[in-house]
C-alpha cells in the first residue's frame, strides 16, 4: 500500500507557515513522509527542531523522524524572522508539553536526506520550506543528491524583485544566497519554485481565516494560537503590509509549495525558465533572477508556480485542521 | 503666446523610438522645445547627432538647437542596440540629402543643459530618452541643476526586474548604471519614469501600427522606412520577443515618456517610491531597484509610471506623422 | 624664457600635504604652474578653494588662477579626513586675513582643465593630488583631454593592498573609485602613480620634521601651525599609526607626486604595468590592482613609484619653506 | 609513545607541492599522521585521491586512511592548475604500479574531519594545502570542529594582493573564496596562513633544487620525475614568471605551511591581525584581505606568516627525499 503514495522528504525552518505545511502533508492521505529535516532560517535551530516535534505531537506522528542540520547559513551569518514568527518561531505560545530535544534522530539532517535518497532514487519528492543550506550541503557531500530526487518543491525567491525583508529579497533566499545558487544551478531535477509573489497572489481572505481557525478542532485551535502573533504582526506592520503584493489577507507561504507536492494539478500556471541568484549585488543580494531571455545559456530550467487553484488549495487547506 | 507653453528639453540617443518621440514633441502645439541634447546610447553619439538633424530636417525645424554630450557612459565602456535599430541608428535607410554636423552648436550637451534651465529655472521639463550619463555629468557639474528643473521624464529601467539586454538589464539603464544611480538618487524635481514594463504593457497592435504608418504623409512614410528593420528584428528575433512582457505589438518605448511630458494625463497610473540602481550585482548590474518597504529610508521618491490612456496616447501618435 | 619651464596644472583638494606640494611647485625655478584646480576630498569643495587662495597668498602667488570643480564624488557620496587634515582641511587655525572666494575662477574646473590643455596639446605635466573626480569628468566632457597631457602624477592608490581608510582602501581612490577607474583607463599619457605605501616607505623622520618647521620663516611657521593638528594626530592615533607602512615618521604623500613632476629623477625606481580600480568589492571597493601578471590584457600601462632619491626629495621640501 | 607524537590530520589536492607536504610529515619523527583528506583543487577529485595513494605507496605508507571530499567549491564551479601540476595534478607521469582508489575509505572526508577531531579534542593540528571546501562544510555540518582543532596551518591566500591566477588571486583561495571566507571567520582555533608571497620569498634557489634530486634515493627520483613538468613550466612561462614575488626559484607553497606544523620554529616572524577574503570584487575575488587597521573590528586573529628559518626548512626537505 505505502508503495503507491508518494514519499516525501520536507526540510524546514520551522514557523508558522512550515507548521501548516507539514500538518498538509500529514492529513494527505497519499503521502508518505520519510522524514523531517530541519535547518536555521525563520527561528534559530534549536526551535525549529522542537517546532517540529510540537506539530508531531499534535498530530500523533512522532513516529516520523526528524534530523538536525545546518545551525548557519553556508557563509555563517543568520538572519531570522522572529518579528513575524515570534521568537520561538510558533507565536510565543509556550506548550509545556512539548516532546525533547532528545527524540531528534542522532544523524545529521544531510547524511539523513543522503542516505534517504539513495534508498528510493527517483522516488522521492523533496519539499523545502527553509533556506536551503541543508539541500547546499547535501549536494556538496555527494553530488549525485539532486539526480536522485524525484520532484523539488522549494518555497523561495521572488519573481518579479519584490522583497519581503530587504528592497529585493525574499527570506528564505536572502537568508542563504549561496545556497539558493547551489541548488538552483545544480538540482536537475524537476523544481517547481512556489515564489514570495506567487504566495501573495494566491492568498486567502481573512474572512475565510477566520472561520477556518474556528473550527474548534484541537488543530485549529493550534493553528489558532500559533498564528496570532504573525496575524497581529502582519494587519499591523507597515513595512509587512508595503512587502505583500496584491492587497491584505492570509499568505500561508510553505503551504502552497507542499500543496503542490501533494496534489500538482493545485498549480495551474508555471514559467519555465532559467534562475539563478543574485549573490553580489549591494540593493539585490538574494534576489532570484529569472532569465526570460535566456541570455545565460543555461541548460537547467526551474518551473516557477504562476497560477494557484484556490479551491483545491483550500481543501487541502480544510484537511489540516481536521 | 510661448510663455504659456511647456517648456521642453530632450535628451536622446536618438534610435528609432527617440525619432517617434521627437516628432511627436514637435507635433505638440503646447510645448516649446529648447533644444535637444545627445548622448551615445542606441548608436554611436555621431550617428545620435546625425540622426537628430534628419528628423529636424523631416519636420522643418533645423531652428531647434542640437548638443553633443557624452560619447561614453560615466564608466567609460559603452554598449549599444545596433541589431534593433540599425547600425546607422536609424534602420539603415540612408538619405543623401541629411543635413551635416557642423549644425550640430558648439557648446557641449552638459554646458547647455546647465545654462539652459539656469535661464528658465523651475519652468523647463527634462525628457530623457537614453543613457543618463549627460544628466549625470550635468548634476556634476552644477549641483543645482535638478532643482532647477520643473519636472524630468525618463524612459529607462525597469520595475518587475524584465530585461531586454541582459536577464534583469533594460538597455537605457544598463547602459550606464552609474549615471542612473546618480540621476535617480539626486534628481529631487518630480520625476517620472517610463519603465520597459510599462511601455511593454502599453503596447498597440500591429494591425494599428500597419495602419499609421500607411497615411502616406512624408512623416509617416519616415517612420516606415526607418523602422522597417526594427520591426523584422521584433517580429522575428526570439530573445526581443522573450523579452516583450505581455504579448506581440508596437512597442515605441521613449514616445510613453515624451507623451507624459507633453500631456500629463496620458499617466493613469502611478507607483510613488524611492528607486535606486544595482551597480554591482553579477547578474542584477542596471536594475533599477523599486525600495516598496522603504527598506533604504531614502526621502526622494519617483513616480513610475503604471498605466496608460491608450486613446489619448494614440491621438499623440497620429499627429506626429501629419 | 617661461616656454622653457615645465607647465604644470595642479587638482587638488586642500589639505596640509596638497598645501605643501603647492608650495613646492611654486618653489621650484623650473616650472610655470597655469592653475590650481579645487575638488572635493580631504574636505569640502568651499575649504579647498579658500586654503589654496591661503596658500596662494602667502606665496604672494594670487596671480595663479583657481578654479572650483566637483563639490562630489562621481556617485555623489563624499568621505573626507577631516579627523587627519582639521576641519577646516588646514589644521582649524583660522586666518582672519584669508582671502575670500570671490577671487575663485568663474569658470568651472573641469572646463579649464580642458581648456587650458588644448591652448597647450601634449605641453602639460597635471598633478593630481586629490580624488580623482574633476580628471574623470574633464575626459568624458572632452574624450581628447588625455591625449594632450604630457604627463600625469597621481598621488592615490595603494600596490600591496594596504588602507589608510578602510582595509584595502587608500583615502583618494576610496573616495571617488569610480573617477580613479576612469582615469586608470583612459588616460594614455605617461602616468605616474605615488602610492600610499610608496608614500610611507618615503617618509622623513620625525627629528628632520622639528628642524624642518623651526626655520622661522613666514612658510616654516604656516607649515608648523596648520600641521600641528595632523601630527598630533599621527602621532597619537592607533588607527592612524597601524595604517602607517614601514614605521614612524613624517609622510607628506602629495609632495612625491609633485617632487616627481618637478624633477623626474625624484624617482629612482618603477612598476611599470597595467592598473585599475575595484569598484564592486565588498572589502576592496577603492583599492588599485596592479595587474602584474598581465590577466586583464590591458595596453593601457601606469608608472608605478617605487623608490624616492630621499635627498633630491630633501632638498625641494627645504626649498618650499624659504 | 605516539601519544608524544603531534597529530596530524593532512587536507590536500594533491599537486607536486603537497605531494613533497605529506612526504616531508611522513619523513618526520614527532608527527602522528592520523588519516588525509581530499578536495578537488589543483586536479580533479579523483587525482587528487590516486595522487596521495601514490605518494603513500611510494613512503610505504598505505596504512595512513585517506579519505575522498568535496569534488566541487562551495558555489560549485571548478578552477585547476594543470598547466603548472600537470593533467594528473603529478606531473603527468603515468604509474602503472600505482594504487587503485578501492583504498580509499568509504567514509566522506568531511565526516572524517569531525570524527577524528572529536576523537583528539584540542590536540590535532590540521595542515591543509588546498582549497578549502571541506573545511568549511566541515564546520557547517558540525559547528563545534574549529574549537576542537589545536592549530590549523593553512597554504593560501595573498598578504599584498599579488595573485598567481588572477591579478589579486592565490590559487587555493581563487578556487574556494566562499570556503575561505568561512573558514577566516569561524576557525578561532590559533591559525597559520602560509601565504603566495611568503611562500615566493622563502623559495631555494634552483641549485639547491638540482642538487637536492640528484640524490639518487627512490623518493628524490620520484620528486625530479613528477616535478619536471611544473619546473619546466616555471621556468619558462612568461604568466607563472611575472607571477612569481621577489625573483626565480624554486617554491614548494605547501611545504611551508607543512614545515610550520612539523617545527613552528620555522617561523622566524609573523603578522598577527584579522584577514577575511573578498568574495564580490570584480578584480579582486578571493584575494585574502588583511585588517592592518582593524576596520572590521574583528576579534578572531590569524597568525600570517612572514619569515621563514631557511635552514631548518631545508634540513626538513632534505629529510624527505630520503
Known sequence: MASKKKLLLIDVDCGTDDAQAIMMAIAAPNVHILGITCVEGNTPLDNVCKNVLRVLQLCNRLDIPVFCGADKPILGEAINASDFHGTDGLGDVPDPTAPGLELIQKEHAVSALNRIVSKHPEQISLVATGPLTNLALA??????????????????????????????????????????HVVLNEFTCKT????????CRSKLPWEWYDQWVKRGTKKSDFIKKIYAHSMQYSRNNEKENKALVAGPGF????????????????????????????????????MMVLDLIDSLKKKNKALIMNGCDLEKFKTLMEALIK
Chains 1, 2, 3, 4 share one sequence.
Open 139 to 180: 549536494v556538496r557531500m555527494d553530488s549525485t543528491f539532486p539526480k536522485k530526487l524525484k520532484t523539488l518543491y522549494i518555497m523561495g525567491g521572488n519573481m518579479e524583485s519584490r522583497g519581503n525583508t530587504t528592497a529585493c529579497g525574499e527570506f528564505n533566499f536572502l537568508a542563504d544566497p549561496e545556497a539558493a
Open 192 to 199: 517547481y519554485i512556489a515564489t514570495w509573489e506567487h504566495s
Open 251 to 286: 499568505v500561508s507561504c510553505d503551504a502552497y509549495a507542499m500543496a503542490a507536492a501533494i496534489d500538482e494539478s493545485t498549480v495551474t500556471s508555471v514559467i519555465d525558465c532559467a534562475v539563478t541568484v543574485e549573490m553580489c549585488g549591494k540593493f539585490t543580494r538574494g
